[in-house]
């Protein structure tokens, strides 16, 4: 009797044993979606490619072929497999896929959510070569719903994706088209007086810095799951149905603020991991970022989701509906907001302590209360009047979507990067928000802290880690096994969506230890100081880099190396 | 062929080579391999002279570039001149080796050689640069094969408009070490330029602009002018198309 209840035991863990195998082709291919046939590089003929679905467990083998001119690789963003099938060329012995060639990925999955892939050589990601990845968890997870769909967002842009870069490179400003003009001059002196709006051009001047300059690239033909908004991709629902919605921000550029207006969304998931449940009804997802939510929709017509850029220059538009063809009304259009001196961290409102970094950073480890003063001021992210205030709340905080009212009323365009015109009364999840569902196992304080220092120079579009671009930075090095505190300083104006290949991040968000949310992408706003822990358990060679394209391609990016100890690596 | 017309083509001419170039290193495979870029541009205008009490034709002036490189070190290309009814009244080429050595600032060696008057080969060395403000500079030294010097400063703004509609105040400051007659200047300040330049971006590559602009010898230049009969000062108003790739 004994022996058969073992036996019933190790049959039931050990099964069912998974093993699948898929194929991808990358082609090129003419693609029509803003109204002509534009060479795009797709996957199984298609943008996004095809969605991937395992189960945690399973043993995948994936065949990809390269029937490009050029190399080509395909990366598995947020997943945790060996070194060597993580996909980028020139790590871990990794060549690429050559013209021609097939590639066989082979790994076991060890984790399951929302995830996905996309190229890591040159710009082909903005090209097409990208899709989702969903893996179904060994056991039914905590999240429940009646309909499962994935949501992916992108960036399609007509041009040459090589080119695109080529042109920022040579004009740095040639996609800016919000720039601020001589009438915005002078309605600043009428709002804020001459002395104000003088003092602020002229400290943008002194930085030669612009602060219309929220996203590099723009003018993009926005995408859900490859549909154009007037393609409208379409979910469909009964009233009354829990609908999860896997929202994966696949651009190359592009951050966007999204809401269904009429639900509350609950988000369940951050970077493919449970998380407690949030009920919002915005959130900014940062590129490559992914967020899955719960929806309930009880009434019997369409609902649309809306997915604004953070330039405000067009929108991705799909929409859920009980019947095929049916349209929900395109909600009123956000202004776009304009940086302060604040989002560079430096302004005249006497803020010197800042310029330390401590208010800014110590406040993860040691738990929630850190966090809380930089959004207990009702106030935060709206008073424009006085930006010194709004900046403190930005680097205090880890909102990097703090909501806050639209300063539209007074005039001029809403001020700081954080600021999404979020309704007054709308809630807009916060990273402060995230608690991990399942305890973290690895809660040890760091070791060491390890800074990063986020730079870049938008006039010759380079950007860089700790001062070096990629072909001159030095590796970060980490002991198998050691746990350590990377902390990321922004200095730039932009925001920098942070990614580290192959192990999870803990965000340092204020929440207790065993609560931190497990992250591959950290957005760091504009000016902002956030620490995330790590536990180097993954070895080899790994890309680190902010996850906007252009600018790891304009040097932007590291590498992570966890190395075993010598007695170890010869076992 | 006229050589002023050689110094256009070669501009030219570097912009396609460079973008063959660039075509040939892009998409680069290696983790961390640096990339080469290009970039070209011509400011190209005319004006009728007639209503000018001394002088008729009509007036054409060019400003050309091209680069091809890396962030940090470029090969700059430039062509610049005037011509009056086909006739160049100044014509220079100038080829540079541009360091990125500061955030916003190249270093820059190279030499110039005019195509008009005395012909001759200058060496060069100066910054080019984006300086605080928003201020487009160049800043030049030129050594002439004679043993001359001569200095001069250029800078220009972008003040906008609109999104595509842009004011563009720019200066030109020339000044010689010493006399050089056969340049028809002398010690000193030498002439100034200022323009309004207005300027419409159809696209950012294409832009046909107006440019009211102001000349004047200054100092021992002014004098000398005077003395030949020529106008020490002359305002014209410019039609051109602005080229950026």
């Known amino acids: 009797m004994l022996r058969f209840c073992l036996a019933l035991v190790a049959a039931l863990t050990t099964a069912p044993a998974w093993a699948g195998e898929y194929n991808l082709a990358i082609d090129r ?210 009233p009354g149905e829990r609908v999860r919605l896997r929202f994966i921000n696949a651009s190359s550029m592009s951050y966007f603020d999204l809401r269904i207006p009429g639900l509350k969304m609950i988000v369940v998931q951050a970077d493919g991991q449970d998380v407690e449940p949030v009920p919002v009804d915005e959130f900014r997802i940062a590129v490559a970022e992914t967020y899955d939510v719960i929806v309930m929709p009880k009434e019997d017509k369409a609902y649309t989701i809306f997915a604004e850029p953070i330039s405000r220059a067009g929108y991705a538009r799909a929409t859920l509906a009980p019947r095929q063809g049916l349209e929900g009304p395109i909600p009123k259009r956000r202004p776009r907001a304009v940086l302060t001196m604040a989002d560079m961290g430096m302004n005249h409102a006497g803020m010197d302590h800042m310029d330390t970094g401590h208010d800014g950073m110590s406040h993860g480890a040691t738990g929630p209360g850190g966090m809380d003063h930089g959004m207990s001021d009702p106030k935060a992210g709206m008073d424009h009047h006085m930006p010194g205030m709004e900046g403190m709340d930005h680097r205090h905080g880890m909102d990097h979507d703090m909501p806050a009212a639209a300063s539209t009323e007074s005039g001029g365009p809403p001020r700081g990067w954080a600021n999404a015109s979020t309704p007054a009364g709308m809630k807009a999840l916060q990273y402060s928000d995230l608690r991990s569902y399942k305890p973290q196992t690895d809660t040890r304080p760091p070791d060491r802290e390890i800074v990063v220092r986020l730079g870049g120079n938008m006039e010759r579009f380079i950007w860089t880690l700790n001062g070096a671009k990629v072909e001159d930075a030095k590796p970060i090095e980490l002991k198998y096994g050691e746990r350590v505190k990377l902390t990321f300083v922004n200095e730039t104006m932009m925001a920098h969506p942070m990614h580290l290949h192959g192990m999870f991040v803990q965000l340092v968000n204020g929440q207790p230890a065993e609560r931190l949310p497990n992250k591959h992408v950290v957005n760091v706003a504009p000016g902002a100081t956030y620490s995330v822990l790590l536990t180097a358990n993954e070895p080899g060679e790994w890309a680190f880099h902010c996850h906007l394209l252009y600018h790891m391609a304009a040097g932007m990016m590291t590498k992570v190396v966890v190395a075993r100890m010598s007695s170890e690596a010869s076992r | 062929m006229r050589l002023h017309y050689l110094s256009i083509g070669l501009g030219l001419a570097g912009c396609f080579a460079g973008a063959m170039m660039a075509a040939a290193h892009g998409g680069g495979d290696e983790f961390g391999k640096p990339s080469l870029f290009w970039a070209a541009g011509a400011e190209i205008d005319a004006t009728n002279l007639d209503w000018l009490d001394d002088e008729s034709g009509t007036l054409v002036t060019w400003d050309t570039f091209a680069w091809y490189g890396g962030d940090d070190l470029k090969l700059r290309l430039e062509a610049e001149g005037e011509a009056v009814d086909g006739k160049a009244d100044e014509s220079e080429l100038r080829g540079y080796l541009s360091w990125n050595v500061a955030d916003f600032w190249d270093l820059q060696a190279g030499v110039r050689h005019d195509f008009v008057r005395d012909h001759l080969t200058w060496a060069a060395v100066g910054v080019q640069g984006l300086a605080p403000y928003f201020f487009e500079t160049d800043a030049h030294v030129f050594l002439s094969e004679n043993g001359d010097a001569a200095l001069r400063i250029e800078q220009s703004i972008d003040l906008a408009v609109t999104q595509d509609v842009f004011l563009e105040p720019h200066i030109e400051i020339n000044a010689y070490a010493q006399d050089v007659p056969e340049l028809g200047v002398g010690a000193g300040l030498a002439s100034a330029e200022l323009g309004l330049q207005l300027r419409y971006e159809i696209t950012r590559e294409v832009a046909p602009y107006v440019d009211l602009v102001y000349q004047r010898a200054l100092g021992e230049t002014s004098i000398i002018a005077r003395s030949a009969g020529e106008s020490v000062e002359e305002t014209t108003l410019r039609f051109g198309l602005r080229l950026r790739f």
Do not use: C
């Not at chain 1, 795009?40 to 991937?52: H, M």
């Not at chain 1, 929302?114 to 990845?133: D, P, V």
């Not at chain 1, 042109?167 to 001059?185: E, H, Q, W």
């Open chain 1, 29 to 238: 291919r003419d693609v029509n979606v803003t109204g002509h046939p534009v060479s795009s590089i797709t996957v199984n003929g298609q943008i996004p490619g095809p969605t991937l679905r395992f189960h945690e467990g399973e043993d995948v083998t994936i065949h990809v072929t390269n029937r490009l001119k050029e190399d080509a690789s395909v990366h598995w963003h947020g997943m945790l497999v060996p070194a060597q099938m993580d996909g980028v060329p020139g790590l871990n012995g990794y060549p690429g896929i050559k013209p021609g060639e097939t590639y066989t990925y082979r790994f076991k999955i060890r984790q399951a959510g929302t995830y996905w892939y996309h190229s890591h050589t040159g710009t082909q990601e903005q090209a097409g070569l990208y899709g989702a990845l969903v893996i179904d968890p060994r056991e039914p997870g905590p999240v429940k719903a009646d309909r499962d769909y994935v949501v992916v967002l992108s960036d399609f842009k007509e041009e040459n994706s090589d080119e695109i870069l080529r042109k920022l490179k040579a004009m740095p400003g040639y996609y800016n088209r919000g720039r601020r003009t001589v009438g915005d001059f002078f309605d600043d002196v009428a709002r804020d007086g001459l002395g104000a709006t003088l003092r602020d051009r002229l400290d943008w001047g002194e930085m030669r810095m612009d602060p219309t300059d929220i996203a590099d690239v723009s003018n993009y033909t926005y995408l859900v799951n490859g549909r154009s908004p007037q393609q409208n991709w379409t979910a469909l629902f009964k």
